[in-house]
């Protein structure tokens, strides 16, 4: 019985993996000037993966951008180590087109 539960403790626990996909907004009057545009979405993004997750991101990508109306939105991927395996091992097991 020992040895059982001995064997329990030294098996490891699969490490969790996070990975998410946040959403935030610059105002479009930033896009008419290159410069302004890319300190926007780079302080946009800073803030996301420091406010919006719990975890420090390893990855931090920029997804997508939409403009709607006056708001231009950032569709933004945050992921720690383990979110990056898991999203490699995912994109591999991708069917091809």
Known sequence: ???LGLAT???AAPAPAYVVEAITAI???EGEDRTRLDDAIQAAIDDVAAHAVAFTPTVVA???ARLVGDRIF???LLADREGERAIKVLLEERPAR
């Open 62 to 64: 920029l997804l997508d």
């Open 1 to 3: 019985m020992m040895g």
């Open 9 to 11: 403790l030294v098996v």
């Open 74 to 76: 950032l569709f933004v």
């Open 27 to 29: 105002s479009a009057a």
